[in-house]
């Protein structure tokens, strides 16, 4: 009987402790969505409409002496972890955006999404 009772306990407080999950989200950079990235043409928009859609970009490189690449990254992260068995499932969304911008227009844009789930 009191083993029954030992393990009783046991079985009890892994049972408590499994059923303990921490869900974590983490977001970084400017969200991106086909939406937004549809309002961009090419030989039409200007460096303040892009501004205006996107914010500031993550990075900015000087291509020569009339273009200039703008780059947006973004990473949405969502995911559930329990304390005894780790990470059981996550749902990661990343985007790249691209854009060359010559003499203050656009000239050239890449938009490029990738969508991850792992569930167990």
Same mark, same amino acid.
């Given at each position: 009987?009191?083993?029954?009772?030992?393990?009783?306990?046991? &079985?009890? #407080?892994?049972l408590?402790? #499994?059923?303990?999950?921490?869900?974590? !989200?983490i977001e970084q950079?400017s969200? &991106?969505?086909?939406?937004?990235?549809? %309002?961009?043409?090419?030989?039409?928009?200007?460096?303040?409409?892009?501004?205006?859609?996107?914010?500031e970009? +993550?990075? %900015? %490189?000087?291509l020569?002496?009339? *273009?200039?690449? /703008? +780059?947006?990254? $973004?990473?949405?992260? #969502?995911?559930?972890?329990?304390? &005894?068995?780790? *990470?059981?499932? $996550?749902?990661?969304? *990343?985007? =790249?955006?691209?854009?060359?911008?010559? =003499?203050?227009?656009?000239? /050239? !844009?890449? $938009?490029?999404?990738?969508?991850?789930? =792992? =569930?167990?």
């Open positions: 009987m009191k083993n029954i009772k030992k393990f009783l306990v046991i &079985l009890s #407080s892994i408590a402790l #499994s059923a303990c999950a921490q869900k974590n !989200f950079g969200p &991106l969505n086909n939406e937004k990235v549809s %309002k961009i043409v090419e030989g039409s928009s200007t460096e303040s409409q892009i501004l205006s859609i996107f914010g970009p +993550t990075t %900015k %490189k000087i020569n002496n009339n *273009e200039t690449q /703008w +780059t947006y990254q $973004y990473t949405k992260k #969502s995911s559930t972890s329990h304390m &005894l068995i780790g *990470e059981t499932q $996550y749902n990661i969304l *990343e985007g =790249k955006l691209d854009i060359i911008i010559s =003499k203050g227009v656009v000239t /050239w !844009f890449n $938009y490029d999404e990738n969508q991850k789930q =792992k =569930k167990w």
